[in-house]
């Protein structure tokens, strides 16, 4: 069953906005993923955050993570059209699968 | 680095006909590959785990003799739909994570099989 949830389910913005996304997760985790998916495709892993970091970045990506709120958000800077798609957060324990949330739809507009 | 494929990538069948969907680590070794399962804008559920060599662990409420997962090699696992029907009609997407000797938590996704049963 799906433990994450994913705010929010969708979001517009124009392109050179910032856009945050947030996930909240029900159980104890080793990690928590973010992956991109566009439609009728395969995931793109985009970013690994450990339970033990807070903060994380990569290029236009920062990730962020509260473990006492059991809780991630995903910001992308200077949005561009192709960063349309939708994007899945997905909790880990070491060594074990993945649970994903329910993924934000994000819409860039030129 | 880090790529995984899938074969076929949309198949159209009859109800009642097996299909086998391949997937392949192409430049790394996978102890341990994941199936999903996409219904249209929704979320991945996770299906089954496959380790190489040993049989595969199911999710609770997928039906392991529809659904056979063969993970012969540290390259390939392959998911056969038997008998399929118009409900298992879905996108099917498989994941390989990396490790022989090593321990790795991100998962490589393929590209995904979208499976339509007639």
């Known amino acids: 069953s799906q433990q994450g949830e994913e705010d929010p389910q969708a979001l517009s913005i124009q392109e050179g906005e910032n856009a945050t996304m947030n996930c909240s997760y029900k159980?104890?985790?080793?990690?928590l993923q973010w992956y991109r998916q566009n439609s009728g495709r395969g995931l793109v892993h985009l970013i690994l955050i450990r339970s033990n970091e807070r903060e994380k970045h990569s290029g236009r990506l920062r990730v962020t993570l509260d473990t006492s709120k059991k809780s991630s958000s995903l910001l992308i800077t200077a949005s561009r059209a192709a960063d349309t798609a939708s994007y899945f957060c997905?909790?880990?324990?070491?060594?074990?699968?993945?649970?994903f949330g329910e993924g934000t739809q994000l819409t860039v507009n030129p | 680095g880090a790529v995984v494929s899938q074969h076929p990538s949309r198949v159209i069948c009859k109800s009642g006909t097996s299909v086998k969907i391949e997937c392949r680590s192409l430049d790394f070794q996978a102890t341990t590959m994941f199936w999903y399962r996409q219904f249209p804008k929704q979320s991945l559920m996770l299906m089954a785990t496959s380790n190489e060599g040993s049989k595969a662990t199911y999710e609770q409420g997928v039906e392991k003799d529809k659904f056979l997962i063969n993970h012969a090699s540290l390259t390939l696992s392959t998911l056969t739909v038997t008998s399929a029907h118009p409900e298992d009609s879905s996108f099917y997407i498989c994941s390989a994570r990396e490790g022989v000797g090593i321990s790795t938590d991100t998962q490589y996704f393929g590209p995904g099989t979208r499976l339509t049963v007639l």
């Open positions: 997905a909790g880990g324990a070491s060594g074990s699968r993945l649970t």
């Open positions: 159980t104890s985790i080793n990690n």
